[in-house]
C-alpha cells in the first residue's frame, strides 16, 4: 500500500498531478524571472541552527495568542484566493480545518466562497484580506460585511497597486473564476487582450494612488484591527507604527509581485528591530518546514503564515488534506523545538539561530 504524504513537498507533487496545468500554474507560479520565489525557499536553507542540550524538554508548549486570540501554535492560514480552483468546497474547507487545528484563517478577497457562507461554516476566529479599489464603496461593503459577520480584524494588502507580471498566467490565458465576495459590487468581466484576465481585473479596479493617508481612511470606517501585509524595510514598518496598525506582515506576496525583492525571511530582522516590539509581526512566505517556523520565530516573529502548501493540501485531500498540513509543520515545529533545547515559545531566542551574515560577521 502506497504511503501519503510525509512532507510538505509531498503534498505539492500530489497537487501538481491533480490540478489542471493553468491552475496549478496560477498556484505555484511567481513573478518573471521567479528569483524571489526561489529564494523564499533557499533563505531559509541557510540559516543554521545553534541546538542547546540537556534541557528538560518532556513538555512542549507551542501555544500562543495573536491579538488577543488563542492559537494552538502560531501557524496560520494566509489569505489565498480562488480556492474552488483547487477544490469544489474551497474556502470553506480551508476555514473548517484551520478551526480543527485551532488556528487563525484570513479569508481572501478573491474567495470563490462568500464571507457569509465561511462565516457560517464553523466557530474559529477569522481575519479578512482587504485590497483599496478605486470604488472605495466597495471596500466599505466588504468591511461591514465582514464585521457583521465575525471577522475579527482587516488585513489589508499594500504591496500591490499593481498586478505583477506572472508570465506563466499570462502565457496560459488564465481565466477568472467567480469572486464570489464582489458580485454585484465589481464588474468580474475584465479581459485581457491576449493574456490574463487577472491582470485586467487588477488594473480596472485597484486603486494605485493610495498613500499612507488611506491607512487613516480605512481606520475610519472599522473598528476592527488593522494589520498591513507586504511590508519588508524599516523604513516602511516604522510608518506602519506611526499610523497606529494592529500588526505588521512581512511579505513579499508570495513573490508574485516584484521578482528580486528579498526573500521574506531576509527582511524579517530589519523590520523586526524597526518595530521594537511595538506591534506583533508575522512572516508570510516561504514556509515549508516547521524547521522554517522556528528560525522565523529565532528572528523575531510572532507568528508565521502559510499559503501554498494549504492550496496543495487541499487539491490533494480536502478539507482533511489542509488539517493535514497544518498538523505536520505543527509537529515538525513541537520536534525542532525538543531538539533545539526549547520547551516553550519564549525559550525560541535569536541565539539559536546563524544567519548568514552572523557567519561572515565571525570572519571579519
Known amino acids: 500500500m502506497e504511503s ?30 521567479r528569483y524571489t520565489l526561489s529564494e523564499n525557499i533557499k533563505a531559509f536553507q541557510r540559516i543554521l541552527f545553534r541546538p542547546r542540550v540537556l534541557i528538560d524538554v518532556s513538555k512542549i508548549d507551542m501555544s500562543t495568542s495573536l491579538l488577543g486570540f488563542k492559537m494552538a501554535a502560531p501557524i496560520m492560514v494566509a489569505p489565498t484566493g480562488l480556492l474552488k480552483l483547487a477544490n469544489h468546497e474551497g474556502e470553506v474547507a480551508v476555514a473548517r480545518a484551520a478551526a480543527a487545528c485551532n488556528t487563525i484563517m484570513v479569508l481572501s478577497f478573491s474567495s470563490n466562497r462568500t464571507i457569509e457562507e465561511v ?7 477569522r481575519f479578512f484580506q482587504l485590497y483599496i479599489y478605486k470604488q472605495r464603496d466597495v471596500c ?21 497597486p499593481r498586478l505583477g507580471r506572472r508570465e506563466a498566467d499570462i502565457k496560459n490565458k488564465f481565466v ?20 490574463s484576465d487577472l491582470e485586467a481585473f487588477a488594473s480596472a479596479t485597484l486603486d494605485d494612488s493610495v498613500s499612507w493617508k488611506d491607512i487613516e481612511w480605512l481606520r475610519s470606517i472599522t473598528k476592527l484591527p488593522i494589520l498591513l501585509k ?59 518546514r516547521g524547521t522554517d517556523v522556528f528560525k522565523a520565530l529565532a528572528l523575531g516573529a510572532n507568528a508565521v503564515m502559510i499559503g501554498r502548501p494549504i492550496v496543495y493540501g487541499l487539491a490533494a485531500k480536502g478539507e482533511n488534506g489542509v488539517r493535514q498540513v497544518i498538523e505536520m509543520l505543527q509537529n515538525e515545529l513541537e520536534l525542532t523545538m525538543a531538539l533545539n533545547g526549547c520547551p516553550g515559545l519564549k525559550d525560541i531566542t535569536r541565539n539559536h539561530v546563524q544567519t548568514e551574515h552572523d557567519r561572515l560577521r565571525s570572519m571579519l
Open 4 to 33: 501519503g504524504p510525509v512532507n510538505l513537498n509531498e503534498f505539492e507533487e500530489l497537487a501538481r498531478k491533480i490540478l489542471l496545468k493553468m491552475n496549478y500554474d496560477f498556484f505555484s507560479g511567481g513573478a518573471e524571472d
Open 119 to 125: 462565516a457560517s461554516s464553523c466557530d474559529a476566529v
Open 140 to 160: 466599505i461593503t466588504l468591511v461591514k460585511r465582514a464585521e457583521s459577520n465575525g471577522f475579527k480584524a482587516i488585513v489589508l494588502t499594500v504591496d500591490t
Open 176 to 195: 477568472i473564476p467567480k469572486f464570489a465576495n464582489l458580485e454585484g459590487l465589481l464588474s468580474v468581466n475584465a479581459k485581457s487582450k491576449g493574456g
Open 230 to 288: 507586504g511590508i519588508l524595510t524599516a523604513e516602511d514598518a516604522r510608518k506602519a507604527v506611526e499610523a497606529r496598525v494592529a500588526g505588521i506582515i512581512v511579505s513579499n506576496h508570495g513573490a508574485r509581485q516584484l521578482d528580486y525583492a528579498p526573500a521574506s525571511i531576509s527582511a524579517l530582522e530589519e523590520v523586526v528591530r524597526a518595530v521594537s516590539g511595538a506591534v506583533p509581526i508575522i512572516l508570510d512566505g516561504g514556509i515549508r
